[in-house]
């Protein structure tokens, strides 16, 4: 921490001082300090004085603090601590941007899976953070996609494999109707094809089903402020994938493919982010039978990889918006 100068810069112990304190003048120290006590990583003495908070990510510590305050008194609360904390802001000068997002409402959150007892489990984890609140769930695609029209939640969580469709489709779906909605998959598949499909589909966050709740909640955050969620293996797998890529070939539309019907059928499923297991029980053959097609397809196409050929499709408007089943 002390490498980081933004760090040094703010005085997040003293805003947060700044916060508990003026929260003890409106309601008194026993409640004030009785909800401060309440969050993780957070120690406060009995006049007030914050003595430790969570210095690996100081601004979710005053984020946490201003929503508590919030759920416990009243959303006025939250400008309260916004007065409390601006003067300490102001005096860091070029970084009061940093805290800015601190100072917002909470982050509004659509879950997504099929599986009603898996979504309940995650809506009694997050609804009770003071910085989340969960707004609905969906089970399918379509649901999803009609949830955040409706909703417009600042976050979808979902899975990327549901009844109707898979991950990818929803988020190019969703995106295209709120742009400003941010995607995160919680799923337990780490395949590199799911994986790197549904970051191309514009997904800012992946995230394994075992992961640790703490690790989860910290994701979620860092994705609301615009930060990427994805435990370092998996950024690793990315930067990785991607750094292989070239970059796209101009396309002539007028050149011919020499694809088989098959074939074409198999460039549109890849397009749509589909694993050849996948593509094999939608198309009703063999995963052997489907890898010989993405190699025929590579070879006639000069391409080096099947998101290459994601590209082509999207390119020739081979890949069909997605349609919700009915």
């Known amino acids: 921490m002390a490498d980081d100068p933004s760090i040094e ?12 304190k003026r929260f003890v003048q409106l ?3 026993a409640a004030a300090l009785g909800a401060a006590r309440k969050l993780p990583h957070l120690s406060v003495d009995d006049e007030g004085n914050v003595l430790d908070y969570d210095q690996a990510d100081p601004l979710t510590s005053i984020t946490l603090l201003i929503h508590q305050y919030g759920a416990v008194f009243g959303d006025a609360a939250i400008t309260l601590a916004r007065q409390a904390a601006e003067p300490l802001a102001e005096a860091a000068g070029e970084n009061t941007e940093l805290l800015a997002s601190t100072m917002t409402a909470p982050i509004t959150i659509l879950l997504v899976d099929d599986h009603v007892l898996f979504r309940e489990g995650l809506f009694s984890l997050l609804d009770p953070q003071p910085d989340i609140r969960v707004v609905g769930q969906a089970g399918s695609v379509s649901e999803a996609i009609t949830l955040t029209r409706d909703l ?12 109707d ?30 994986l790197f499909a549904a970051i191309r589909a514009g997904a800012m966050g992946y995230l394994i089903k075992n992961v640790r709740v703490a690790e989860l909640l910290a ?6 402020r615009g930060e990427a969620g994805l435990s370092p293996a998996l950024a690793r797998r990315v930067l990785e994938e ?3 890529t070239p970059a796209p070939r101009h396309i002539d539309p007028s050149e011919p493919t020499e694809l088989t019907i098959r074939e074409v059928e198999i460039v ?40 290459e050929i994601a590209n082509y499709a999207r390119d020739r408007g081979l ?8």
């Open 9 to 20: 810069e703010i005085p997040y112990r003293a805003i947060l001082t700044a916060i508990v």
């Open 27 to 29: 309601v008194g120290a």
């Open 152 to 163: 417009k939640p600042s976050l979808v969580l979902m899975d990327i494999s549901l009844p």
């Open 165 to 194: 469709g898979v991950g990818p489709d929803a988020a190019r779906a969703i995106l295209a109707d709120q742009p400003n909605t941010k995607i995160v998959f919680l799923t337990v598949h780490d395949d590199d094809e799911r």
């Open 219 to 224: 994701k979620l955050r860092g994705v609301a």
């Open 242 to 244: 991607f750094s292989r």
């Open 268 to 307: 549109r499923e890849l397009a749509g982010g589909a694993t050849n297991r996948e593509i094999a029980r939608k198309l009703v053959i063999s995963e052997n039978t489907v890898r010989n097609h993405v190699r025929n397809v590579l070879g006639k196409l000069h391409l080096r990889s099947r998101y």
């Open 319 to 326: 890949a069909p918006p997605f349609a919700p089943s009915r």
